[in-house]
Protein backbone atom coordinates (compact mmCIF):
# COMPACT_ATOMS: atom_id res chain seq x y z
CA UNK A 1 0.00 0.00 0.00
CA UNK A 2 1.14 3.69 -0.92
CA UNK A 3 0.47 6.95 0.03
CA UNK A 4 1.81 9.84 -1.93
CA UNK A 5 1.70 13.43 -0.87
CA UNK A 6 -1.93 12.57 0.28
CA UNK A 7 -3.51 16.04 0.70
CA UNK A 8 -7.17 16.60 2.10
CA UNK A 9 -8.54 20.05 2.38
CA UNK A 10 -12.06 21.35 3.73
CA UNK A 11 -13.67 25.28 3.31
CA UNK A 12 -11.16 26.15 5.99
CA UNK A 13 -9.49 22.84 7.04
CA UNK A 14 -6.77 20.80 5.72
CA UNK A 15 -7.08 17.33 7.43
CA UNK A 16 -4.67 16.30 6.17
CA UNK A 17 -1.36 17.62 4.84
CA UNK A 18 1.30 15.69 2.43
CA UNK A 19 1.21 12.70 3.72
CA UNK A 20 3.63 10.03 2.73
CA UNK A 21 2.86 6.17 3.97
CA UNK A 22 4.41 3.01 2.59
CA UNK A 23 2.73 -0.08 4.03
CA UNK A 24 4.44 -3.75 3.09
CA UNK A 25 2.68 -6.89 2.60
CA UNK A 26 1.47 -8.80 5.89
CA UNK A 27 2.52 -5.64 7.85
CA UNK A 28 0.33 -4.17 10.51
CA UNK A 29 0.57 -0.08 11.36
CA UNK A 30 -1.07 1.42 14.32
CA UNK A 31 -2.44 4.96 13.51
CA UNK A 32 -2.69 7.32 16.49
CA UNK A 33 -3.52 10.77 17.29
CA UNK A 34 -5.67 13.32 19.15
CA UNK A 35 -9.17 13.42 18.04
CA UNK A 36 -9.14 15.68 14.57
CA UNK A 37 -5.39 14.74 13.74
CA UNK A 38 -6.61 13.18 10.75
CA UNK A 39 -6.70 9.66 11.44
CA UNK A 40 -10.08 8.92 9.99
CA UNK A 41 -9.78 11.05 7.08
CA UNK A 42 -6.64 9.19 6.38
CA UNK A 43 -8.26 5.52 6.54
CA UNK A 44 -11.27 6.91 4.60
CA UNK A 45 -9.38 7.89 2.03
CA UNK A 46 -7.43 5.13 1.64
CA UNK A 47 -10.90 3.17 1.64
CA UNK A 48 -12.47 5.25 -1.39
CA UNK A 49 -14.71 6.90 0.65
CA UNK A 50 -13.30 10.45 0.45
CA UNK A 51 -11.79 11.87 -2.32
CA UNK A 52 -8.20 13.43 -1.78
CA UNK A 53 -7.58 17.56 -2.79
CA UNK A 54 -4.48 16.02 -4.02
CA UNK A 55 -1.89 12.88 -3.95
CA UNK A 56 -2.70 9.44 -4.39
CA UNK A 57 -3.22 6.45 -2.70
CA UNK A 58 -2.46 2.87 -4.20
CA UNK A 59 -3.92 -0.56 -2.30
CA UNK A 60 -2.68 -3.51 -4.18
CA UNK A 61 -1.29 -0.62 -6.90
CA UNK A 62 -5.21 -0.39 -7.18
CA UNK A 63 -6.93 3.26 -7.04
CA UNK A 64 -9.28 3.30 -4.49
CA UNK A 65 -11.86 6.05 -6.43
CA UNK A 66 -10.84 4.74 -10.14
CA UNK A 67 -10.49 0.91 -9.55
CA UNK A 68 -13.62 0.80 -6.96
CA UNK A 69 -14.69 -2.86 -7.79
CA UNK A 70 -11.57 -4.30 -7.86
CA UNK A 71 -10.28 -2.74 -4.32
CA UNK A 72 -13.42 -3.43 -2.92
CA UNK A 73 -12.46 -7.18 -3.25
CA UNK A 74 -9.11 -6.86 -2.00
CA UNK A 75 -9.86 -4.30 1.01
CA UNK A 76 -11.96 -5.09 4.23
CA UNK A 77 -13.27 -2.06 6.15
CA UNK A 78 -14.55 -1.98 9.86
CA UNK A 79 -15.01 1.92 10.73
CA UNK A 80 -16.82 3.77 13.86
CA UNK A 81 -19.83 4.01 12.39
CA UNK A 82 -20.36 0.22 10.41
CA UNK A 83 -22.65 0.31 7.33
CA UNK A 84 -24.77 -2.59 8.68
CA UNK A 85 -28.43 -3.20 7.92
CA UNK A 86 -30.65 -2.64 11.13
CA UNK A 87 -33.60 -4.42 10.01
CA UNK A 88 -31.55 -7.45 8.94
CA UNK A 89 -30.25 -9.91 11.33
CA UNK A 90 -26.91 -10.78 12.28
CA UNK A 91 -26.70 -14.26 9.92
CA UNK A 92 -28.57 -11.89 7.10
CA UNK A 93 -25.70 -9.41 7.23
CA UNK A 94 -23.13 -11.74 6.82
CA UNK A 95 -25.06 -13.39 4.28
CA UNK A 96 -25.65 -10.57 2.35
CA UNK A 97 -22.34 -8.90 2.63
CA UNK A 98 -20.77 -12.72 1.43
CA UNK A 99 -22.85 -12.63 -1.37
CA UNK A 100 -20.80 -9.63 -2.96
CA UNK A 101 -17.67 -11.89 -3.00
CA UNK A 102 -16.60 -14.49 -5.42
CA UNK A 103 -14.51 -16.42 -2.64
CA UNK A 104 -14.67 -15.48 1.25
CA UNK A 105 -15.43 -16.77 5.02
CA UNK A 106 -18.31 -19.04 6.04
CA UNK A 107 -20.27 -16.46 8.13
CA UNK A 108 -21.23 -19.40 10.97
CA UNK A 109 -17.69 -19.81 11.24
CA UNK A 110 -17.32 -16.07 11.28
CA UNK A 111 -20.18 -15.77 13.97
CA UNK A 112 -18.57 -18.54 16.28
CA UNK A 113 -15.05 -16.77 16.05
CA UNK A 114 -16.67 -13.33 17.21
CA UNK A 115 -18.67 -14.60 19.54
CA UNK A 116 -21.83 -13.84 17.85
CA UNK A 117 -24.24 -17.25 17.63
CA UNK A 118 -26.33 -16.67 20.67
CA UNK A 119 -27.53 -13.31 17.94
CA UNK A 120 -27.31 -15.04 15.08
CA UNK A 121 -31.51 -14.79 14.79
CA UNK A 122 -31.18 -10.92 16.03
CA UNK A 123 -31.86 -7.87 14.18
CA UNK A 124 -28.64 -5.61 14.37
CA UNK A 125 -30.89 -2.83 15.62
CA UNK A 126 -30.92 -4.81 18.99
CA UNK A 127 -27.99 -5.36 19.24
CA UNK A 128 -25.28 -3.61 22.09
CA UNK A 129 -22.44 -1.66 20.85
CA UNK A 130 -20.43 -4.69 21.63
CA UNK A 131 -22.28 -7.03 19.54
CA UNK A 132 -22.48 -4.41 16.87
CA UNK A 133 -18.77 -4.01 17.22
CA UNK A 134 -18.27 -7.85 16.17
CA UNK A 135 -20.79 -7.55 13.58
CA UNK A 136 -18.68 -4.58 11.80
CA UNK A 137 -15.43 -6.97 12.34
CA UNK A 138 -17.54 -9.81 11.21
CA UNK A 139 -18.24 -7.75 8.34
CA UNK A 140 -15.02 -6.39 7.14
CA UNK A 141 -13.31 -10.23 7.34
CA UNK A 142 -16.01 -12.54 5.20
CA UNK A 143 -14.73 -11.28 1.80
CA UNK A 144 -11.22 -12.90 2.83
CA UNK A 145 -9.87 -9.49 2.08
CA UNK A 146 -5.85 -9.05 1.58
CA UNK A 147 -5.86 -5.47 3.56
CA UNK A 148 -7.90 -4.65 6.30
CA UNK A 149 -8.66 -1.41 8.16
CA UNK A 150 -9.38 -1.63 11.92
CA UNK A 151 -10.96 1.63 13.27
CA UNK A 152 -11.15 1.32 16.69
CA UNK A 153 -12.11 -2.25 16.51
CA UNK A 154 -12.26 -2.95 20.24
CA UNK A 155 -14.33 -0.24 21.51
CA UNK A 156 -17.53 -1.18 23.61
CA UNK A 157 -15.94 -4.79 24.28
CA UNK A 158 -15.01 -5.56 27.82
CA UNK A 159 -11.67 -7.17 28.61
CA UNK A 160 -12.60 -10.59 27.06
CA UNK A 161 -14.05 -9.65 23.80
CA UNK A 162 -10.59 -7.35 23.17
CA UNK A 163 -8.62 -10.26 23.97
CA UNK A 164 -10.77 -12.29 21.58
CA UNK A 165 -10.39 -9.64 19.11
CA UNK A 166 -6.70 -9.09 19.62
CA UNK A 167 -6.53 -12.85 19.48
CA UNK A 168 -8.65 -13.03 15.37
CA UNK A 169 -6.40 -9.66 14.46
CA UNK A 170 -3.13 -12.07 15.23
CA UNK A 171 -4.63 -14.86 13.18
CA UNK A 172 -4.74 -12.56 9.96
CA UNK A 173 -1.16 -11.88 10.87
CA UNK A 174 0.03 -15.11 10.31
CA UNK A 175 -1.96 -15.15 7.29
CA UNK A 176 -0.50 -12.11 6.01
CA UNK A 177 -3.04 -9.40 5.93
CA UNK A 178 -1.91 -6.25 5.61
CA UNK A 179 -3.86 -4.66 8.44
CA UNK A 180 -4.08 -0.62 8.97
CA UNK A 181 -5.03 -0.37 12.75
CA UNK A 182 -6.05 3.01 14.26
CA UNK A 183 -6.70 2.84 18.19
CA UNK A 184 -6.62 4.79 21.12
CA UNK A 185 -5.69 1.84 23.13
CA UNK A 186 -1.76 2.07 23.33
CA UNK A 187 -1.71 -1.71 24.83
CA UNK A 188 -3.46 -2.88 21.69
CA UNK A 189 -1.17 -0.99 19.63
CA UNK A 190 1.40 -2.33 22.19
CA UNK A 191 0.81 -5.95 21.22
CA UNK A 192 -0.72 -5.88 17.36
CA UNK A 193 1.71 -3.24 15.69
CA UNK A 194 4.90 -3.69 13.84
CA UNK A 195 5.36 -0.08 13.34
CA UNK A 196 3.18 3.10 14.81
CA UNK A 197 2.91 6.41 12.63
CA UNK A 198 1.86 9.36 15.07
CA UNK A 199 -0.65 12.03 13.11
CA UNK A 200 -0.91 15.68 14.40
CA UNK A 201 -3.08 18.57 12.77
CA UNK A 202 -2.81 16.00 9.65
CA UNK A 203 0.54 15.57 8.86
CA UNK A 204 3.45 12.49 10.19
CA UNK A 205 5.13 13.83 12.89
CA UNK A 206 7.32 10.07 13.87
CA UNK A 207 6.48 6.83 13.29
CA UNK A 208 8.26 3.73 13.85
CA UNK A 209 8.33 0.39 16.06
CA UNK A 210 6.91 0.77 19.71
CA UNK A 211 10.29 0.19 21.08
CA UNK A 212 11.95 2.91 18.80
CA UNK A 213 9.18 5.35 19.65
CA UNK A 214 9.67 5.14 23.69
CA UNK A 215 13.62 5.11 23.12
CA UNK A 216 13.33 8.10 21.29
CA UNK A 217 11.48 10.00 23.40
CA UNK A 218 12.60 8.17 26.64
CA UNK A 219 9.16 7.04 27.91
CA UNK A 220 9.01 3.91 29.75
CA UNK A 221 5.65 2.79 27.83
CA UNK A 222 3.86 4.56 24.37
CA UNK A 223 1.44 6.00 26.36
CA UNK A 224 3.77 8.46 27.54
CA UNK A 225 5.96 8.30 23.90
CA UNK A 226 2.20 9.17 22.91
CA UNK A 227 2.21 12.17 24.85
CA UNK A 228 5.72 13.11 24.52
CA UNK A 229 5.43 13.12 20.73
CA UNK A 230 2.54 15.84 20.89
CA UNK A 231 3.86 17.65 23.57
CA UNK A 232 7.40 18.29 21.27
CA UNK A 233 5.10 18.82 17.94
CA UNK A 234 3.45 21.61 19.60
CA UNK A 235 6.71 23.12 20.77
CA UNK A 236 7.79 23.11 17.10
CA UNK A 237 4.13 24.64 16.16
CA UNK A 238 4.43 27.85 18.22
CA UNK A 239 8.25 28.09 17.42
Not at 37 to 56: D, F, Q, W, Y
Not at 93 to 107: K, V
Not at 140 to 154: K, N, Q, S, W
Request: aromatic fraction near 2%; proline fraction near 3%; hydrophobic fraction near 40%.
Amino acid sequence: MAVTALTRRYKRKTALDGVDLDVGAGETIGILGANGAGKSTLVETIAGLRRPSSGSVRVLGLDPLRDRARVRGVLGVQLQEAELHDDLTVAENLRLYRSFYRDGEDPRELMTLLGLEDSAKTRAQRLSGGQRQRLSVAVALVGRPRVVILDELTTGLDPEGRREIWSLVEKLQQRGVTILLVSHSMDEVERLCDRVVMLDHGRIVTEGTPAELRAETGAENLDDAFLRVRELASERKAS
